[in-house]
């Protein structure tokens, strides 16, 4: 049974970080692009970061520069570092396990507030 647990949202002021986890079982992460989406309310689901089974990372423009996407192989678990965060990244973070040739699989979500 695979299964995505992720951690580590919160509530935090304007300005400040959190590191999200994405604890994988079931699957080798290695062999998956894992990625991070978030949901706010009201809005649609929007990719946020990737990275390749290769280590390749791409980035949502509003992001590029605050958030780090990253993976410990050994451990099968993905991170997210998210920084100078800002009210507007107020979401809903899901973690998700992608292959083209496998069945794709989702966490349930850590919720990330940002308020002061």
């Known amino acids: 049974q695979v299964q995505l647990v992720e951690s580590g949202g919160g509530l935090v002021q304007p300005g400040g970080s959190l590191r999200l986890s994405c604890a994988a079982s079931g699957i080798r992460i290695s062999e998956y692009t894992m990625a991070w989406y978030r949901q706010a309310p009201g809005k649609q689901r929007e990719l946020v970061a990737a990275?390749?089974?290769?280590?390749?990372?791409n980035y949502a423009d509003s992001v590029k520069g605050r958030f780090t996407i990253s993976k410990d192989n050994i451990k099968n678990i993905v991170y997210l570092s998210v920084n100078s965060l800002q009210p507007e990244d107020t979401a809903v973070y899901y973690c998700n396990a992608d292959h083209i040739y496998k069945n794709a699989y989702w966490g349930q979500g850590t919720q990330v507030t940002v308020s002061s």
């Open positions: 990275i390749t089974s290769g280590g390749r990372t």
